[in-house]
């Protein structure tokens, strides 16, 4: 009667084990996806926020050619907007 009942006991355990491998095993593909998953997302993240911020940077030096380009006629500006004023407006 114990024999048989020690090979349940065996039988079970071994049972037992087998069903916790497989668990552990989902675990782990869960997790394995779950974090390539984080992974991508970060990566994404990060290439936004770079191409942001590249963005904004070409558009700078494009502002600054245009400044370049016109900044004689931009700093004496106050004075051809007096010239223009005495010519538009009457005193």
């Not at 070409?58 to 050619?65: C, F, P």
């Amino acid at each position: 009667m114990l024999f048989k009942n020690t090979e349940e006991i065996i039988e079970l355990i071994k049972a037992f084990r087998q069903e916790l491998k497989g668990d552990i095993s989902n675990v782990r593909k869960e997790l394995k996806d779950e974090i390539f998953s984080v992974r991508t997302e970060l990566k994404n993240d990060i290439f936004t926020f770079k191409d942001q911020i590249l963005n904004g940077i070409v558009k700078l030096r494009e502002d600054l050619t245009i400044v370049r380009g016109w900044s004689d006629r931009m700093e004496d500006h106050e004075i051809r907007i007096g010239k223009l004023e005495k010519k538009v407006l009457p005193h």
